[in-house]
């Protein structure tokens, strides 16, 4: 069994204002906490390119680019045209931050799934795995991917919030299921319930930083080297080693995105 800690932060926002003062230092250490990998997500067009910037500079750091429910009032539909072109760069291994937010509500929900299903089709025509957000809009998210069900591309839920119950569902559309910091707090009885629930192949780990700081960090800047909290209690909830549930998620993670995992990941034990 290998003790090689190897992390893949699946989802994180390293062009985020949070971490304007010290960016660089940040990523730099990150190695040191045992990230191998890291992909920073867009959620509009200036943030998207953002992304690409950083990882253009950074090995260890992958892109995706992509209109977040937020940010879709404010959008054009020929900004999906800019969406598009940027899937062509190199360093751009998925199409997202994308879904549905009836929490927050800042958009139209109309126009959220408009959007939505504009760019689960732009995905689709490039082979780009989608990454889907949602919030408090689990049902109406499964109706809509339900609909689209034979020209879904694959993708992953990210920073998971729903039950046991609809892990199942997700997984038989083709989904991966993604878990952050919100995992380790004290009253997420029903996401470790959902944890148990993941198929072994579809479980990916992220932080969503620089927000959800897992505990015991929780309510300080979060940074992706603090994915290693939510791998080991994952791993816990599993029954597995951090090390083995490292490797796991980084081996899953590369399938999604198309990395090769021979190169990142440590091999399997």
Partial sequence: ?????????????????QFDADRDAVIRALPGFGIVACLTCGSDIATSKAAI???????FVYAAAGIHPHEVAK?????????????????VVALGEIGLDHYYDFSPRGLQEEFLVLQLQIAKKHNK????HVREAHGAM?????????????????????SA??????????????????LTFKNAQKLRLAAEAVSSDRLLIETDSPYLAPVPHRGK???????????RLLADIRGMSTADMAA???????????????????PAP
């Fill in 221 to 231: 800047r979060n940074h992706p080297g603090l994915v290693g909290e939510v791998c």
């Fill in 165 to 182: 119950e609809s892990v199942a569902v997700y997984e038989k559309l083709g989904f991966h299921i993604s878990f952050a910091g919100s």
């Fill in 248 to 266: 796991l998620t980084c081996r899953n993670a590369c399938a999604l995105f198309g990395l090769d995992a021979q190169n990142i990941c440590p």
């Fill in 53 to 59: 910037a950083l990882a253009e500079q950074y090995p």
């Fill in 129 to 132: 795995p989608v990454i889907l």
């Fill in 75 to 91: 959008a054009s539909f020929d900004e999906l045209d800019e969406v598009e072109a940027l899937l062509s760069h190199p360093k």
């Fill in 142 to 162: 499964i109706d809509l991917l339900t609909q689209h069900k034979d020209s879904l591309p694959k993708g992953v839920l990210h920073c998971y919030s729903g």
């Fill in 1 to 17: 069994m290998s003790q090689l800690i190897t992390l893949f932060d699946s989802h994180c926002h390293l062009d985020a204002e």
